[in-house]
Nanobody, 124 residues
Framework: QLPIVESGGGLVQPGESLRLSCTAS????????IAWFRQAPGKEREALSC????????DFSDAVKGRFTISADNNKNTVYLQMNSLKPEDSGLYYC?????????????????WGQGTQVTVSS
């Protein structure tokens, strides 16, 4: 079994909502950091939001500010990304990543473990 697994992606129309889930076995947001990234075809990977020890919640992307919200269910080692008012430019592969023993950062290279991604497609 993979330590990090994303779910909840799908095909939606503009203006609709999705909630992504990340199960991060062996991680806890009061000891580690769990972050959401996304990558659209032909574009760089973009840090979206993170929750972790010391830093708490950090939001990185102006493009999703006010529309995406991260939250954690620490008892179940699960992190969510609530995505509202989705736009076609939000389409892409959404990744969850874990960083053991440290807080949040937008730099993808420091995260220890990555999920396989869940596809989000926003289209009319």
């Amino acid at each position: 079994q993979l330590p990090i697994v994303e779910s909840g992606g799908g095909l939606v129309q503009p203006g609709e909502s999705l909630r992504l889930s990340c199960t991060a076995s062996g991680f806890a947001v009061d000891q580690d950091a769990i972050a959401w990234f996304r990558q659209a075809p032909g574009k760089e990977r973009e840090a979206l939001s993170c929750i972790g020890t010391i830093t708490g919640i950090m939001d990185f992307s102006d493009a999703v500010k006010g529309r995406f919200t991260i939250s954690a269910d620490n008892n179940k080692n699960t992190v969510y990304l609530q995505m509202n008012s989705l736009k076609p430019e939000d389409s892409g592969l959404y990744y969850c990543a874990g960083r053991r023993g440290r807080g949040c950062t937008s730099y993808s290279i420091v995260y220890d473990t990555w999920g396989q991604g869940t596809q989000v497609t926003v289209s009319s």
